[in-house]
């Protein structure tokens, strides 16, 4: 996974869609994060902060049980034992370092789960900086406890009314307060989507899982990759983390799943919505659609471009499960291996389950993106008759 | 317009969100309560450069069941006596196709365009469809930009500049930004053609005090929150009246 083109373009995806008073910000902040990716102090202050502060490397857990089930060998990658509880530190860490050395005291920042949302304000506080999280109003109800979390840690969260009232809507509000405040105010996005260079900036910053992930495969599979290797995908950054490590060979494959009620790549044609060209749910004449998913982390009608371009060339697939599916895919992995996964992660597991024939006798890695400590609340309701 | 700023006197741009009510009424009313041009929202379901005002428009005039077809076929036969602009996003021109759409503009009698999401720097397939069918696009500059950008931005601003008046989305404000005339100021050292300053200009003696630099306004969401609040093409002709009786 390369570099995009000096229009910020993967293929035919991706650009730079945005009103004119950000655009300046935006050139500026592709310069300041080329020039600091290449500086070894700050990569080895991100390092640094990745290990003693998050807890990195995340470990790599082969499901002994699980396998035993599903007639597979399954691995998984495990961001769920990260800092904050999900792949979304890793980004958040770098762009907050970015920040900070751009001179930038303020962090505007649009979650869905929440989980993007708590790793910024958690980098806020151990930063000493301002953090200013929009977050949908259907979100803030189904993601209660990290709303929580976000105000423990010093944030001010704002519901977006608008729309769906989920992440796309927090990221027009996000956008609308970014044109507001671009001179003291850094937008940290939290996956590989938005414009230019976004997309590009939080996959470098996601690639640290997948090249973990490849090395941790050699080892547990006898100097073997993987056959498979799978990820959740909302906007696409744990997805673009884990498949950074194994893009490069062709011989193992790679699996997107996206929720069936918001499945850009599987279901929208190319569009252009929050300042990039990307697939997008969206009706004849161009309105943009909103998804539904009982996964507030995926609950999103666009993805990012770089996913648009690697399902175009092929080298990536991508999927769709059931909201249904996911319900038992989280009970599963709960009961046969005590792991409570974040609904989101537990898409690319219900994936596996219903792809397990064709995956016999395979090896599988799974991006284990979060944990689903946050789901509980919202799940006690769902399972009320079963448990 | 042009004669209008020729002669030493200011343009003035109303924006009405298209589909909102009785909207083609009120353009009309618009147009003979004395404005220069007029600029009608093709509304879109993620407006991220509007702010709260035409964010309810465009989500009335959506429920309604507007489109971007919709909206040209009605200005077809409206006959308003003023050049249009429509005012969109780029997703429902790129949906529409960047040609077919120039096409349907030429059709529609509108002679300008601005695509609030389209930077310079995107600028090339839409800009070259227009230009092809003498469509004017309306380009911004913004107070964030440097000397080097804004001038790039004149030059390929066609029909006005629209200078935007201070850092945030389409709304009121209290009182003028301090940036609206220096942007407009900026923008006029580098450029003969028209430069209109919009985004906060909500009342008559702030389009007044802006159009002591600028050569006019534009004016949105003050329009259409009359339009919203009274429902009456009259009474936003009347607001339109007291904003050209305040800037001649
Ligand atoms: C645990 C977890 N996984 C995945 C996602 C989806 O984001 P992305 O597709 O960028 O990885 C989220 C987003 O909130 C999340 O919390």
Redesign the pocket.
Known sequence: MGEPDAGGRFGDFGGRYVPETLMPALIELEEEFRAAWGDPEFRSELDHLLTEYAGRPSPLTECHRLSAELGCRILLKREDLNHTG???INNVLGQALLARRMGKTRLVAET??G??GVAAATAAALMGMECVIYMGEVDMGRQELNVFRMRLLGAEVTAAHSGSRTLKDAVNEAMRHWVSTVEDSYYLLG??MGPHPYPWMVRELQRVLGSEAREQSLLALDQQLPDVVVA????????AGIFSGFVDNPEVSLVGVEPAGGAAVGHGVPGIVHGMNSFLLQDDVGQVLEAESISA??DYPGVGPEHSFLSQSGRVTYESVTDAQVIEAFVLLSRTEGIIP?L??AHGLAWIVANSERLHGKSVLLNL??RGDKDVAQMMDVLADRL | MRSRIDSGEKALVPYMTGGLGDWVTTVGAIASAGADAIEVGIPFSDPVMDGPVIQEASRRALEAGTTPGSVLDELSTADVGVPLAVMTYANLVYRFGWDRFADALVVSGVSGAIVADIPLEESEPWCAAADARGVETIMLGAPTGSDARLRRVVVRARGFVYAVGLLGVTGERESLAETSSEIARRLKAMTDKPVLVGVGIGSPDQAAEVCEVADGVVIGSAVVRRALETNSPEAVGELVGEFRQAMS
């Open positions: 999900s792949h979304k869905g789960a989980q993007h996956s590989v959740c995908v909302g906007g696409g950054s744990n997805a982390g995926l974040a989101e992660s993106s979060g």
